[in-house]
């Protein structure tokens, strides 16, 4: 999968990438965003070389078993933000305001998305929605946090979308949605999510912004692609949509590993004597001596016997 215009090379000390650093990669070499929503994934994703990782809400239906992503609230996206935050990756740390945190008023929006930054380490923040979301978005940047746009399927908008479909089919709806890449570039938004829409949509929608567009289910022709973590490693348990490609199944391999090490302790062979802690082997005998000693007080002389 490495090519040799990768960005990131194991082992070198690389730049780390900034919300200005994504935007003037517009047109330029594809952009990669992953999801992660812990240290570990953090780690994965940063050493293999993206330039963003997003802890998106979509830890609530991959990682936390909820059905939709509006059950996830802005205490849960800080805890998870924060630990990825803990990996320090090079990739650009990129919280996801959850639902009802920017809606209510900008004030509001701009506290909830300083803590994103302050409690959880967030170098910038995304939010679903189109131009009705301009004035929470002037609001954010006024405080100098960079703001990723995401427009198309938005799950958060699930019970008004009538469930998750392809947006944008429809020639009114595809137009829609250009005036709200439109507006939501006008805003200043670094970069621009497009999420199930159609190929020709998303390539109109990337050739009239100046913000990168990063796409999911959006076809070839965005700046940039995104995909949640469990579903390009195969270790979601939910439905996958067609436009993920798996690259592992690490769903069959955890359970694979486990399964084993379940039928080594049953049969003894796990742990083995390298696998285990020693004493002093004059202090292991004397410890042993005085414990032979007590049950032979305790229990009587049948268990001289013991070894
Ligand atoms: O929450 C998420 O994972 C997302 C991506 C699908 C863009 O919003």
């Given at each position: 999968m490495s090519n040799s215009t990768s960005n990131h090379t194991p082992g070198a000390a690389a730049k780390k990438v900034t919300a200005p650093a994504v935007q003037a990669r517009k047109g330029g070499q594809k952009l990669t965003m992953v999801t992660a929503y812990d240290f570990p994934g953090g780690k994965v994703a940063d050493q293999a070389g993206a330039d963003m990782i997003l802890v998106g809400d979509s830890v609530a239906n991959?990682?936390?078993?909820?059905?939709?992503?509006?059950?996830?609230t802005l205490d849960d996206m800080i805890h998870h933000t924060a630990a990825v935050a803990r990996s320090r990756p090079r990739a650009l740390l990129i919280g996801d305001m959850p639902w009802m945190s920017f809606h209510v008023n900008p004030d509001e929006t701009l506290h909830n998305a300083a803590r994103l930054v302050r409690?959880?380490?967030?170098e910038a923040v995304k939010l679903e929605g189109g131009a009705e979301r301009v004035e929470m978005i002037h609001k954010i940047r006024s405080a100098e946090i960079p703001v990723m746009g995401h427009i198309g399927l938005?799950?958060?908008?699930v019970h008004s979308m009538g469930g998750y479909r392809v947006m944008g089919r429809g020639l009114d709806d595809a137009r829609r949605l250009v005036g709200d890449a439109r507006a939501l570039d006008a805003a200043g938004v670094f970069a621009l999510v497009l999420e199930g829409v159609p190929v020709t949509l998303a390539q109109v929608i990337t050739e009239e912004v100046s913000a990168p567009t990063i796409g999911i289910g959006a076809g070839?022709?965005?700046d940039g692609q995104v995909l949640v973590m469990h579903d390009l490693l195969g270790f979601n348990f939910g439905h996958y949509p067609k436009f993920v490609r798996r690259y592992a199944d690490l769903a069959d391999e955890a359970t694979g590993a486990i399964t084993e090490w379940i039928s080594d302790v049953r049969a003894g062979g796990f742990p083995t004597d390298a696998e285990s802690y020693h004493m002093v082997q004059a202090s292991a005998e004397q410890l042993l001596a005085e414990h032979r000693e007590r049950r032979l007080k305790a229990d009587g002389p049948e268990l001289r016997a013991i070894p």
């Open positions: 991959v990682v936390l078993g909820y059905e939709t992503t509006n059950e996830v409690e959880g380490g967030a938005t799950p958060q908008s070839p022709h965005t």
